[in-house]
């Protein structure tokens, strides 16, 4: 995918960028490729790819969810900043939170972050279990989301506990949605969601599938979840 059909194709779903976001979008990929020689962001590194695999890719969530009546977001183990970065540079005036458990990432994303001259972004070191303990952050976001990162069941006890009461968790997911979610439905109740709708559709020239997952947050976490580090894997709410 090259930039002009980027554009036209973000366009066509309602998403209009200016000269200085695309701008941003050519930077971020030159960092990406800069930074990516130093440590392994990213196995991605053709310019079409990462337009397509991790640019577009990301934008997608905004395609099933409005992101422009969105404050906050909390991204959950994002590490070289997707999808909340490219939200970001779309939808300017998003608050993004991005917790990741490596510090390297987390100084690319800092870098990453002022030389876009990007605003209200803040980058915590920390685990995803011990984050969604910290009351500063619990149940405090309007979408928590995540780009698969692990299996549904696993990834609702990191995620859901950050939602806010009334807010979203969006999960975005390559095949296999609906299985995983039935896998992870008493994860799911258990931490206080409900699956609202997953929208499915097709990554172009690649042609591969895309699950965008809406759950709502309706009941508040119960304060046990998260566990600690390491338990939601060995033992999932399943």
């Known amino acids: 995918m090259n930039i002009d059909q980027f554009q036209s194709m973000l366009e066509e779903k309602g998403i209009s960028l200016s000269p200085g976001q695309l701008?941003?979008?050519?930077?971020?990929?030159?960092?990406?490729?800069?930074?990516?020689?130093?440590?392994?962001?990213?196995?991605?590194?053709?310019?079409?790819?990462?337009?397509?695999?991790?640019?577009?890719?990301?934008?997608?969530?905004?395609?099933?969810?409005?992101?422009?009546?969105?404050?906050?977001?909390?991204?959950?183990g994002a590490g070289a900043g997707f999808p909340s970065i490219p939200l970001k540079i779309c939808f300017p005036h998003l608050h993004i939170a991005i917790v990741d458990s490596l510090n390297k990432r987390i100084s690319f994303l800092n870098h990453l972050s002022k030389e876009l001259g990007l605003r209200d972004t803040h980058f915590y070191?920390?685990?995803?279990?011990?984050?969604?303990?910290?009351?500063?952050?619990?149940?405090?976001?309007?979408?928590?989301?995540?780009?698969?990162?692990?299996?549904?069941?696993?990834?609702?006890?990191?995620?859901?506990?950050?939602v806010k009461k009334g807010g979203l968790f969006?999960?975005?997911?390559?095949?296999?949605?609906?299985?995983?979610?039935?896998?992870?439905?008493?994860?799911?109740?258990?931490?206080?969601?409900?699956?609202?709708?997953?929208?499915?559709?097709?990554?172009?020239?690649?042609e591969s599938e895309r699950n965008i997952v809406k759950i709502n947050k309706v009941k508040e976490t119960p304060n046990k979840y998260p566990r600690k580090p390491g338990t939601p894997n060995k033992l999932p709410l399943e």
């Not at 979610?181 to 690649?206: R, Y």
């Open 125 to 162: 070191h920390d685990r995803a279990e011990t984050f969604g303990k910290k009351k500063e952050h619990r149940e405090s976001y309007d979408v928590v989301t995540a780009r698969a990162v692990a299996r549904m069941s696993v990834l609702s006890e990191l995620c859901l506990p950050l």
């Open 170 to 206: 969006v999960a975005m997911k390559a095949s296999n949605a609906s299985e995983e979610l039935n896998i992870g439905k008493k994860a799911i109740a258990t931490l206080g969601g409900q699956t609202e709708k997953v929208f499915s559709f097709v990554l172009p020239e690649e």
């Open 23 to 76: 701008d941003q979008f050519e930077r971020y990929f030159e960092i990406l490729v800069e930074w990516n020689e130093k440590m392994n962001l990213t196995a991605i590194t053709d310019k079409e790819e990462v337009y397509l695999k991790h640019f577009y890719d990301s934008i997608s969530a905004a395609f099933f969810i409005d992101f422009t009546k969105v404050k906050t977001i909390c991204d959950v």
